[in-house]
């Protein structure tokens, strides 16, 4: 089945530790998307990107990177930066850049500070 | 910048009651998607309006849009405890889309 996976599930950070959360994706979308969800608020935005080797900042991009060296790949890097990185990272993807078309989501990762 | 509130925040019901959730933009939408996240997991894709006045109706849920393309809402019909999680609107103006904060159903057997 074509889908979005996200990895790990769970994810600890040590203060000053800079963490990756995996994205990857086979349902050949151009357009992938990461979201943070802190309770009682929205999804809010971090990173996007339209195209392989392209990509643009969200609303809080602050204190995160990304990279899309892969059509299939997007992977989240939490830096040191990020002062208060816990929440539920989602990533997402359409098919065509910036389409209509409904986001596919993955099944998130919970990061937490040691 | 564009703006989209959702309200109430949290909605507990009674197992067959109703069930209505607005969402609100500050700007004119192009269109607006409706999601449902159960608990723990991941928001699934619902419904997309794309007309003035539009109204759709999957089962037990009836989505509307506005006539001025600011506002949208989702009405469950006698709810389940299937019904149970945070439902949240995206709407989109241009190339922006903005999520809700959600509305999160709870339902009492």
């Known amino acids: 089945d074509g889908g979005i996976t996200q990895s790990p599930k769970y994810l600890f950070r040590k203060e000053g530790q800079n963490v990756t959360l995996s994205c990857e994706q086979n349902?050949?979308?151009?357009?992938m998307y990461w979201y943070r969800q802190d309770p009682g608020q929205g999804l809010r935005l971090i990173y996007y990107?339209?195209?392989?080797?392209?990509?643009q900042k969200g609303d809080i991009a602050e204190g995160y990177s990304v990279s899309r060296e892969k059509k299939e790949s997007f992977p989240l890097t939490v830096t040191s930066a990020q002062k208060n990185p816990t929440a539920f990272y989602l990533c997402?993807?359409?098919?065509?850049?910036?389409?209509?078309?409904?986001?596919?989501f993955g099944d998130g990762t919970r990061l937490s500070i040691l | 910048g564009q703006q989209v509130m959702q309200i109430p925040q949290y909605q507990h019901v009674q197992e067959g009651e109703d069930f209505t959730t607005y969402c609100n933009s500050s700007?004119?939408?192009?269109?607006i998607q409706w999601y449902k996240q159960r608990p723990g997991g991941h928001p699934v894709f619902l419904i997309q309006?794309?007309?003035?006045?539009e109204v759709k109706k999957q089962k037990r849920l009836t989505f509307q849009f506005g006539e001025a393309k600011k506002n949208s809402s989702l009405h469950i019909t006698a709810t389940q405890t299937t019904d149970v999680g945070t439902y949240f609107c995206?709407?989109?103006?241009?190339?922006?889309?903005?999520f809700g904060a959600g509305t999160r159903l709870t339902v009492k057997p």
């Open positions: 309006l794309v007309k003035s006045g």
């Open positions: 700007t004119t939408l192009s269109n």
């Open positions: 997402a993807s359409t098919q065509g850049p910036k389409s209509n078309q409904p986001q596919h």
């Open positions: 995206a709407g989109r103006e241009a190339s922006d889309m903005r």
């Open positions: 349902l050949n979308h151009d357009a």
């Open positions: 990107s339209q195209i392989v080797n392209d990509f």
